[in-house]
């Protein structure tokens, strides 16, 4: 590990004290103490928790040691508090192997629900890809392997069937980021056998509330949301201004648990995967896993608050 001047130190564990701090003020009453929000996966029973780590963006870092520190530090906070789903794809750039560095340094904890994709056009290129991800990872097999963007996903499915029957994952899914899409998606929802779906939903992006959660929750799809901030342009958005004083009435101190809430709140979503580069934000994120979730007339109430600023 490189060793840093003693004033870097310094300011690191300042700045460390500080976010911890105030990762203590947005933390939920009784969060110690009251059991988690989790959701069971409809393929297997399992239950994981309802907020997970995404690392689109976040953890493409390169080599850079001070990032690959930090994101550790990420992921040691995210499993200590009781995470368990990491998302990522061959397509995040050195993600992965971030992933797997992070995962080495502070040992693969037991509760690990790995997830990743298969991103290549040609079928005949995805065990080599997958394989290379296991690699990167240091895991010998995948909870979760998505077909990414649905690319190729004819020929990756029916190689997805195979390594399902031969252990290699466990669970099958698809994903998009493109409301384009939807209406491919939500055919092959309909009719392949896959386990589980990934799909953009937040306060402002609702359209999967009329055709594919309802379908998720027919079909028995488990279901992880991407893109929960907008890649922060939500929270940007938001945060200009006040939290209303009745977001306390679901346990909400930050904006970011009031968006997480209003996502896992809805009885079709398993699993929100926030990114994000600071361990402060982890904690806030983190937090919206505790207290009450919102009713249908609360969520109509957070989404026309959310429109009108």
């Not at 906070?77 to 340094?105: C, H, K, N, Q, T």
């Not at 005949?124 to 963007?149: K, T």
Request: glycine share 10%; aromatic share 8%; net charge positive.
């Amino acid at each position: 590990m490189p060793r840093f001047p003693n004033a870097i130190r310094r300011r690191t564990l300042l700045a460390g004290l500080a976010g911890a701090g105030a990762a203590a003020a947005s933390w939920p009453i009784g969060a110690q103490t009251a059991p988690a929000i989790s959701r069971a996966l409809p393929a297997t029973g399992e239950r994981i928790p309802a907020i997970g780590l995404g690392t689109w963006i976040t953890f493409n870092v390169g080599d850079d040691p001070a990032l690959r520190d930090s994101r550790v530090e990420v992921m040691r906070a995210f499993f200590e508090m009781g995470g368990s789903v990491i998302d990522s794809s061959p397509m995040y750039g050195s993600s992965e192997a971030v992933i797997g560095d992070g995962l080495a340094r502070i040992g693969t904890p037991r509760t690990l629900f790995a997830a990743t994709k298969v991103w290549t056009w040609r079928q005949g290129a995805g065990p080599d890809q997958m394989a290379e991800s296991r690699r990167l990872w240091g895991v010998r097999r995948f909870d979760a392997m998505q077909i990414h963007n649905l690319l190729g996903w004819e020929g990756h499915l029916e190689t997805l069937l195979e390594d399902k029957a031969q252990g290699r994952i466990r669970l099958i899914g698809i994903t998009t980021s493109h409301g384009r899409d939807h209406d491919t998606f939500a055919t092959i929802m309909a009719r392949q056998p896959i386990d589980l779906v990934q799909f953009t939903y937040n306060i402002i992006d609702r359209e999967p509330e009329a055709r594919l959660l309802p379908l998720a929750a027919e079909r028995g799809l488990g279901v992880i949301v991407n893109r929960p901030f907008r890649q922060g342009d939500l929270i940007r958005r938001v945060s200009r201004h006040p939290l209303p004083a009745w977001a306390g009435e679901i346990d909400c101190r930050t904006w970011s648990q009031f968006l997480l809430k209003f996502i896992v709140s809805h009885p079709a979503v398993t699993c929100a995967i926030p990114a994000t580069t600071r361990v402060d934000h982890l904690r806030e994120n983190m937090g919206s896993r505790y207290g009450p979730l919102p009713d249908t007339a609360m969520r109509e109430r957070m989404a026309r608050h959310v429109r009108d600023l």
